[in-house]
């Protein structure tokens, strides 16, 4: 089992910046993904379990910055030049194998104000 617990989500502007923080109890290969209103939830980014690896969704790319921090077992998203349409709640997840999640966190709401 891994346990995963999320936080950094608010309320910001268009054009404005949050970093996300998911710490899970293990270290797992972690993504992050993103549900809005009506919408199917969608892959955002993710991370190998040793950091070396990453990969973005093309919505995000050079905007959004996944990394982890391996002694704490933490993994961040820093979200630059927000835009309306960021506007989620966005999931921690995490597996033993890259790609593949079996573990999610409670989820933490993003919304960013045009």
């Known amino acids: 089992q891994v346990q995963l617990v999320e936080s950094g989500g608010g309320l910001v502007q268009a054009g404005g910046s949050l970093r996300l923080s998911c710490a899970a109890s293990?270290?797992?290969?972690m993504g992050w993904f993103r549900q809005a209103p009506g919408k199917e939830r969608e892959f955002v980014a993710r991370?190998?379990?040793?950091?070396?690896?990453?990969y973005y969704a093309d919505s995000v790319k050079g905007r959004f910055t996944i990394s982890r921090d391996n002694a704490k077992n933490t993994v961040y998203l820093q979200m630059n030049s927000l835009k309306s349409e960021d506007t989620a709640v966005y999931y921690c997840?995490?597996?033993?194998?890259?790609?593949?999640?079996?573990?999610w966190g409670q989820g933490t709401q993003v919304t960013v104000s045009s």
């Open positions: 293990r270290r797992v290969s």
């Open positions: 997840a995490a597996g033993e194998v890259i790609d593949s999640y079996n573990y």
């Open positions: 991370i190998s379990r040793s950091g070396g690896s990453t």
